[in-house]
């Protein structure tokens, strides 16, 4: 079983196992720290128009790092970013484009030109001679896409591309969808996570940065308890112990439902 | 782009694929409900009212009634009419505006059900013949959308019923008089109909689409029984059904209709109004 | 022909007791009872009990716009619908929305509006619908209030939440929180929505006679009123999360 993962993504490290992140529940409105002199409002929070306390936006967990109050959401919508790996599908194609959902706010858009696998071919007897040879690869609508962005702002349309390693169309397995700031929940402290799903449960995941995560089983039985695993982990997100106690629900769940 | 959801392919294979095997990603077999919850009479400004969930299925419903006066082919009978609404909020693939396509099928089929099976007295809704009788109206509200809404509204238009307490009214010299009593469902319900969904993808048939079931299906069949009749069915989608496929989906639906009846118990949801 | 039991209002709305028709003190909320996550095809989504008020309010968006011109090209909109179910109210309504309900949810849209951060999300729309499915005095109040909830539930940054509630005069003593009877039998009635972040009213409508005086007492127990209400709100929006904590932490699965 050929092992997927993710590329290291060091920026979005699990937050959520972080020594940093209290299990404080913070809501929309609600004040951080009135302590200006001393901490400075980071990510998901806000200075009030006084400039005297910092403002939770978000409902999530309150994260004190460095001297930034942070807000780690536990829901919200996917934002497309360079770079991000996410999984699109296809769902309209004209001759200059595909265009897909992704997940977020606009839809997403695919060029041919970013298509492209680049072979390379021996051109003449023990030359060193490489030619490379590009063949675009032809996606329908109803095609689920392993992609890579390539550019998102906040006026354009986000583009995205196929050209990459693990990228390309899927012919087999499920994709499901969880709430995208749960992600890195599923993906866990240095891949923690996934191994833990990946090993008990005998499949394949892909997880990617817009909620959806792609899957595949030796049967439906195992996908379905990995399923079920994954669905337990968007719930519990933000509770302690999650990691250890995924590997008992696993454990205790082969057994009840009478699979290797 | 996201008013029309497109199923992904793999999705679509990975259905059929199991459903080959008679496997369904949630686990049930081909003939199986999902859960159903039942609560009925719940608002207060109506007279008589339910709210059931099937799997996540989400049909809030509610009773009201005019009086009015008769067709006049049934002078001595009331009448029932049955609205649907897929709200706005239930899924992103509903749209705002006037009753579409699918709303107004899933009206249909549930009244046809009802209509054809000795079920809404209407005779027991007639105040005075030719002059005054009881218009009962049974409107279905969609919360949530996750397949099989025709089940789900057809079960909840018959606890609204049952759980009906209308009050009597008398015409004293042309007026309109409450006798101080209520009609309750169990006067004006007599034969409990329960109409069941089937879908089908390739030659595979199974009851209760759930969501991504139903949005690939190629057909659908609602067959309505009482507990010894076939009382109406509706063919939708453009795939078709052999005659032996037929005759198996009611004979089936005798028996899952048997079962169900049973085990939901709908007397259960009559109320006592005095 | 007129209903059967018809819809009279009483004359007195005060008990023997002193205490209102549902037994209330003047300044007594009806019992409310809130839920968020109650949609599962939406964005967020909340449900409200309030008194015999039924509400659920369902969040989608960002997304695209339609009809499309209705976008605009440096900023997200917000539009809100509000509707009333046939049976939610004594004398079925007919189905489709009536002017009432346009008024509404543009007084809604106009009273959420200011909590949330539309210039990040240009060209898209943030669509809130509002079903009530049992009415019974105050639905507007009801509406603002869960759709808050909801807009908070489904991970939209928002400056904070925002609390309505309804103050009124019946028999000539002002109260809190009018109930159907109350709202239709009574004098005065002044529905405002508070949002936190700056303390200030983003909704304001009054029907009736008031005297200045009245009319700055109305104001204070509403702010009164509404700060209990958010209570709730908070509580509603924590509690999903922290119920789970418990049971995780009670040594189970």
Redesign the interface.
Known sequence: MESEELDEEPEDNDEFEDEETT?D?V????VLSEDIANFLPGR?T?L??EKSKI?A???GLKQIKKNYINVI?????YTPRPGDKIIALVIDKSPVKYICDINA??VGILKPRNTSKRSKLRVGRGSSHQQEEASTEKYEIGDILIVKVLSAD??NRPELTTVGKYLGKRSNGIVISI?P?KIPRVIGRNGSMIKILKNLANCNVFVTQNGRIWLKGDDIAHERLLIDAIRKIE??A?????TD?MS??IE?EKKERGIA | ???KRIISKIEKNYIIHNLKKEERIDGRGLWEYRNWKIDHD?????EG?ADVQLG?T?V?T???????EPFPDVPDEGVCTI?A?L??????LF??G??DEQSIELARVVDRGIRHADCVQTKKLCIKENE?VYIL?V?M?V????GNLIDAGGVSALVSLISSHV???KLVEGN???TGKYITGDTIVKELPLVLTYGKIEDMIFLDPNLPEELICEGRMSISVTEDKVTSIQKSGPATFSVDEIKMLCQKSMEIGKKLRKGLDLWQYKVDYK | ?????KDEYPTKLFREDGKRLDGRDKHELRPIKMKVGV???????AYLEWG?N?V???V?????V?PHHLAK?DRGILRV?Y?M??????D?KR??PGRREKEISMIITDCLEP?LFLE?????AF?V?I?V????GGTRCASTTVAALAL??????????VTSVAIGRIDGELVTDLSGIEDKAGGADLPCAIT???EEISLLQFDGDMSLDEINQCLLLAKDAMAKIYQIQ?ET??NK??T??QE??GGG?
């Open positions: 299990r529940l809501v929309p409105g609600e998901g806000i009030n128009k403002i936006l978000n409902i959401p536990l829901r919200g919508f706010k606009d906040r006026l709430d700031p719930r519990e933000h509770t302690v112990g999650l106690r008992l629900f205790n | 782009m996201n008013i719940l608002i207060a400004s109506a009212s996540d989400h809030i509610g009773l009201k009634y005019e009086v009015g609205m609404e709200l706005p909020l239930a899924s992103p749209e705002r006037p009753p005054a109206f409107d509200y919360i949530n959308y996750a009050p009597e009214g309109l008089e409450w | 022909m007129p209903l059967i039991i949609i599962h095809n939406a964005d967020g989504s015999n039924k659920y309010a369902a989608y968006g960002p997304r695209e339609h090209p619908f509707r179910a046939t049976f939610s109210v004594f079925r189905p489709a909590v990040l999300y240009p060209g898209t669509e619908f079903d499915m049992d009415a019974d908070a539930d489904a991970g939209i940054p928002m400056r904070s939440l936190w972040f700056n908070l929006l924590k999360y922290i789970i904590q995780t932490t699965q």
